[in-house]
């Protein structure tokens, strides 16, 4: 069964720091491009951070740029989102998924890890 | 405010078809770049369900449907099963924002 579990998520203060992990199952994970993707509380989906196969072209949502940073470890099938600066903004529920390259859809999805900023 | 408009939320009985639309520009649908759709129903992982605008992924039922006119795009869903109550975003990608991908804000379906 193709799978992508989230992790890391929680409750940090402003300026704080937090990294996500998506730990990928049942395909060949370096075969595909990954994203983040994150959806606010009440609010629509929005597009964090893509890398692809081999973690040498990486893209970042402006708000994101400079403070989030995303990776991958093939070896490991697993994927991270590693973030800093935290803004209370940032507050959403994050997603992981696949994808082949930037342009393909997102095809398998997470359930998702939550990461609330907030003093 | 999402690139995408999408209508916040639509209705209909079991049974009925409903159609979602997804309004665009010329740097995103307009542009020729491909329209994918995902449906999130709760307490389960979002799953996708047209992509390059008019295919379904294996075991979508054929209810679905996807299409574009101009800068606009489609759900249509035929057949509404109580089972099909969620949320619904239509996802492309835009030239004024490096080719980024977009989503619009979401629709939610409700089977009366």
């Known amino acids: 069964e193709v799978l992508l579990v989230e992790s890391g998520g929680g409750v940090v203060r402003p300026g704080g720091s937090l990294r996500l992990s998506c730990a990928a199952s049942g395909f060949k994970f370096e075969d595909f491009g990954m994203s983040w993707v994150r959806q606010v509380p009440g609010k629509g989906l929005e597009w964090v951070s893509s890398i692809n196969w081999d973690g040498g072209s990486r893209g970042y949502e402006d708000s994101v740029k400079g403070r989030f940073t995303i990776s991958r470890d093939n070896a490991q099938n697993s994927l991270y989102l590693q973030m800093k600066s935290l803004r209370a903004e940032d507050t959403a529920f994050y997603y992981c998924?696949?994808?082949?390259?930037?342009?393909?859809?997102?095809?398998?999805w997470g359930q998702g890890t939550s990461v609330t900023v907030s003093s | 405010q999402s690139v995408l408009t999408q209508p916040p939320s639509v209705s209909g009985a079991p049974g009925q078809r409903v159609i979602i639309s997804c309004t665009g520009s010329i740097s995103n649908i307009g542009a020729a770049y491909d329209v994918h759709w995902y449906q999130l129903l709760p307490g389960t992982a979002p799953k996708l369900l047209i992509f390059g605008t008019t295919n379904r992924p294996s075991g979508v039922p054929d209810r679905f449907s996807g299409s574009r006119s101009a800068s606009s795009a489609s759900l249509a869903i035929t057949g509404l099963q109580a089972e099909d109550e969620g949320d619904y975003y239509c996802q492309s990608f835009d030239s004024s924002l490096s080719d980024s991908r977009i989503f619009g804000g979401g629709t939610k379906l409700t089977v009366l």
């Open positions: 998924a696949r994808h082949y390259d930037f342009r393909s859809p997102l095809d398998v």
